[in-house]
């Protein structure tokens, strides 16, 4: 048990320190996106930039607005980051851990329940643009979690199990990248939207919404909401690399692809405009839904002819 929980706080220091740099990594590249330096002053090449957002955000004032539902609108953003951390419960670890068989599982359960500290968080704090962005979030995350639970299945059934590990195993001399393209390119369009992020980031659409359903938050709430999208872009980047691009935990190579993703995570909002939204919703129940049933009939019918032949 305190083996355990050692390895637990290192995975949430770790990550914390991971997001901590990734946002940094964000402004970076958003910058040279823009023909601008990024964060440069604080520290050596602004390395030190993400600890002191860290102090500026928890050092300001607590708002708390005068109508809002008080103990749902303080809880929710805590809420969605301690989900965030629980995911990475999950990660296949050498050490003792939750390196459990129905990882998948595990995973697709939580984050589905990401849904309703969004939701809360809109309606508790009584505002008409938080609202609005909390049902656009819901919307979303209901409708590409469908189709993101179809496209896993693929993957599932040339692996026959649920456990991220196994993943490791079967892609020892091939990615399933190449077996299985269209589906790696649409699990990660999905993810995009999952973790709803440009272009997809209508819960918090500046242009029309004022930032979303987190428009009444700011220092703690704000920094919890902030750090809860980071962890799980994190999180969605490592989980991509461990299913379709080889992940050997004992290699640097598989801490490099995380990188890699989470640059192209970086590289979407800096280039693309944002979707409109029944556009998004086409995409999800027109699109990605037949495509994804036509090749899970597909990928399962490979799979079982496998299966025979082994």
């Known amino acids: 048990m305190i083996l355990f929980l050692i390895t637990l706080l290192l995975l949430v220091i770790c990550v914390l320190v991971g997001v901590a740099f990734l946002t ?13 330096k990024g964060p440069n002053k604080v520290g050596f090449v602004g390395l030190l930039q993400p600890f002191s957002d860290a102090i500026k955000l928890f050092s300001k004032e607590q708002t708390f607005p005068t109508f809002s539902n008080l103990f749902v609108y303080y809880f929710s953003p805590v809420i969605n980051f301690i989900l965030a951390i629980l995911l990475w419960a999950c990660m296949p670890f050498f050490t003792f851990n939750l390196s459990f068989s129905f990882s998948l ?69 091939s990615w399933f990248l190449f077996l299985l393209m269209p589906m790696a390119m649409m699990l990660f369009v999905s993810l995009l939207a999952e973790t709803n992020r440009s272009p997809f980031d209508f819960a918090e659409g500046e242009s029309e919404l004022v930032s979303g359903f987190n428009v009444e938050y700011s220092s703690g709430g ?43 995570w970086i590289w979407a909002r800096g280039t693309l405009p944002r979707y409109r939204y029944d556009k998004l919703m086409y995409l999800s129940w027109k699109s990605y839904l037949p495509v994804s049933l036509v090749f899970l009939i597909f990928y399962f019918s490979l799979g079982l002819s496998v299966l025979f032949v082994t």
């Open 105 to 173: 599982l595990f995973v697709l359960s939580v984050s589905s329940l990401g849904v309703y500290s969004v939701m809360l968080a809109g309606w508790s704090s009584n505002s008409n643009y938080a609202l609005l962005g909390g049902l656009r979030s819901v919307a979303q995350m209901i409708s590409y979690e469908v189709s993101m639970i179809l496209i896993l299945l693929s993957f599932l059934f040339l692996v026959f199990g649920f456990s991220l590990s196994g993943f490791c195993k079967y892609q020892e001399y």
């Open 222 to 264: 704000f920094a919890m909401i902030f750090l809860a999208e980071y962890a799980s872009i994190l999180f969605m980047s490592m989980m991509s690399v461990v299913i379709f691009m080889g992940a050997d935990f004992m290699s640097i190579m598989f801490f490099f692809k995380v990188g890699v993703l989470g640059v192209a």
């Open 24 to 36: 940094l990594l964000e402004r970076k590249v958003l910058g040279y996106i823009h023909i601008r």
